[in-house]
C-alpha cells in the first residue's frame, strides 16, 4: 500500500544548485570579503559535503589548509550561512528556480488521490518555504504534512535521520512510503531508513552511484516530454504518475522496515 511521497528538495523538486545555492555562497563571500569564489567545477567537488555550513568548513580544510583560520570561525561560518540563505531566499522569490519536469503534476496527482506529502532535506526549512512560495504559490506549504529539513536532526545526509525523522512525524512505516532522491548521499540516507526510492538524476549527479535505486531516471517526465529511463524496470520513455509509483513500490518495495 503506498500512502505517502518523500522528496527531497535540491535537485529533486528543482535543480537549485549549480545557479541557486552556488552563486548564493558566492555573493555572502564577496559580502564578508572573502576572495573565495566556488565556480561550477569546485561546486560539484564540494557537493560531496551537505549542508552549507558544513560544506563551508570543508572547502576551508581542504582548499584553504595553509591561510590563517578567520578569528572565531565557528561565528563566521554561521554568519555566512545566514548571508547566503538570504541571497538564496532572494533569488528563488525572484522566481529564478523553477520546478523539475512532472514535479507539480505528481504533487497535484497525488494530493487528489488523497495520499499524503512530505519533505526530507538537507537545506534549511525557510529555503523550502520560499522555494515552494515561490512556485507553487504559499498555499502549498501546507500540502506537506511534513517538512523535515536541516538542523532538526544531528547527522545530514548521507545518514538516514532525517528519513528516520520525517517517518516519525508522519506516524506510517516506511514501506507505506516512496522517496524521490537525486544524489548518492540522498539515496543512501533514504535507503537507510528503509524507504524505496526513485532516483531522477541531473548534471551534478548524473555519474554517482545508485545501487539500491529502485529506478533511475532524467526526471519525472511529462505526457509531451517523457523521462529517459537510465536504470531499472520502468517503461523506458514514459512520465512518473501514481501508477507507476505504486508499480515502483511493489517491484521493488522493502520487505521488512529498515533495522
Ligand atoms: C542539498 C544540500 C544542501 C544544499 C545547500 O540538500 O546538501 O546543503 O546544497 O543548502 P538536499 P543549505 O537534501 O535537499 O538535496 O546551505 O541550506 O544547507
Ligand atoms: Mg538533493
Redesign the pocket.
Known amino acids: 500500500m503506498l500512502s505517502t511521497l518523500i522528496f527531497?528538495?535540491?535537485?529533486?523538486l528543482a535543480d537549485?544548485?549549480r545557479d541557486g545555492?552556488r552563486p548564493s555562497?558566492n555573493l555572502a563571500f564577496r559580502e564578508f570579503g572573502l576572495d573565495w569564489e566556488w565556480d561550477v567545477a569546485l561546486y560539484g567537488e564540494l557537493?560531496a559535503?551537505?549542508?552549507?555550513?558544513?560544506?563551508i568548513r570543508h572547502f576551508v580544510a581542504q582548499y584553504r589548509s595553509q591561510d590563517p583560520l578567520p578569528r572565531d570561525f565557528d561565528a563566521l561560518v554561521v554568519k555566512l550561512?545566514q548571508a547566503?540563505?538570504r541571497h538564496?531566499r532572494a533569488l528563488l522569490e525572484r522566481g529564478e528556480i523553477p520546478l523539475r519536469p512532472g514535479v507539480r503534476r505528481l504533487l497535484e496527482e497525488a494530493r487528489a488521490a488523497g495520499l499524503r506529502l512530505a519533505i526530507?532535506?538537507?537545506?534549511?526549512p525557510e529555503?523550502v518555504t520560499s522555494l515552494l512560495a515561490a512556485t507553487l504559490g504559499e498555499e502549498s506549504i501546507a500540502w506537506f504534512d511534513v517538512i523535515a529539513a536541516?538542523d532538526i536532526v544531528p547527522a545530514?545526509?548521507p545518514a538516514p535521520d532525517?528519513y528516520h525523522y520525517a517517518l516519525q512525524a508522519l506516524g506510517v512505516p516506511a514501506r507505506e512510503c516512496l522517496a524521490f532522491?537525486?544524489?548518492e548521499?540522498?539515496l543512501q540516507s533514504s535507503l537507510g531508513a528503509g524507504i524505496t526510492t526513485l532516483v531522477t538524476v541531473n548534471e551534478y549527479t548524473r555519474g554517482q552511484d545508485f545501487q539500491g535505486a529502485a529506478a533511475l531516471l532524467t526526471d519525472l517526465g511529462e505526457p509531451s516530454l517523457p523521462y529517459t529511463r537510465l536504470q531499472g524496470a520502468l517503461p523506458s520513455l514514459a512520465y512518473v504518475d501514481l501508477s507507476l509509483c505504486l508499480q515502483v513500490l511493489q517491484n521493488h518495495g522493502f520487505p521488512r522496515e529498515a533495522c
Request: charged fraction near 30%; aromatic fraction near 6%; avoid cysteine.
Open positions: 527531497d528538495v535540491d535537485g529533486t537549485t544548485e545555492h555562497f557537493l559535503v551537505t549542508g552549507g555550513k558544513e560544506r550561512h547566503k540563505t538564496y526530507a532535506t538537507t537545506t534549511t529555503n536541516g545530514k545526509k532525517i532522491e537525486d544524489s548521499n540522498g
